[in-house]
């Protein structure tokens, strides 16, 4: 069983960054995916980035392609999500992912594990 603890969610005026933190509860399998989504209210849930931690392959959706960076830290079992230049429409509750390999795709089908997420709010 995997369990996912999100953390640095915040409030921040728009051009402003936050750094997200995953920590799971065991040690990440080479074949693992992990990945960041978030639902704004109202809204569906969506992907934002997913990584394979056997290669460090990086996938990043087009509306935070070059303002938001996907990272991992085998040693401390932690997956972090770097949010620069954030907008109004970044609002939404963060939430993180993990599943084991193969996939059909980055963000689909649905992942098997997640956190509890971490609120994150940009001002204009």
């Known amino acids: 069983q995997v369990q996912l603890v999100e953390s640095g969610g915040g409030s921040v005026q728009a051009g402003g960054s936050l750094r997200l933190s995953c920590a799971a509860s065991?040690?990440?399998?080479?074949?693992?995916?992990m990945a960041w989504f978030r639902q704004a209210p109202g809204k569906g849930r969506e992907g934002v980035a997913a990584?394979?931690?056997?290669?460090?392959?990086?996938y990043y959706a087009d509306p935070v392609k070059g303002r938001f960076t996907i990272s991992q830290d085998n040693a401390k079992n932690t997956l972090y999500l770097q949010m620069n230049s954030l907008k109004p429409e970044d609002t939404a509750m963060y939430y993180c992912?993990?599943?084991?390999?193969?996939?059909?795709?980055?963000?689909?089908?649905?992942?098997?594990?997640w956190g509890q997420g971490t609120q994150v709010t940009v001002s204009s």
């Open positions: 065991r040690y990440t399998y080479r074949n693992d995916y």
């Open positions: 992912a993990a599943d084991r390999g193969p996939r059909g795709s980055w963000f689909e089908p649905a992942y098997s594990y």
């Open positions: 990584i394979y931690t056997a290669f460090g392959t990086t």
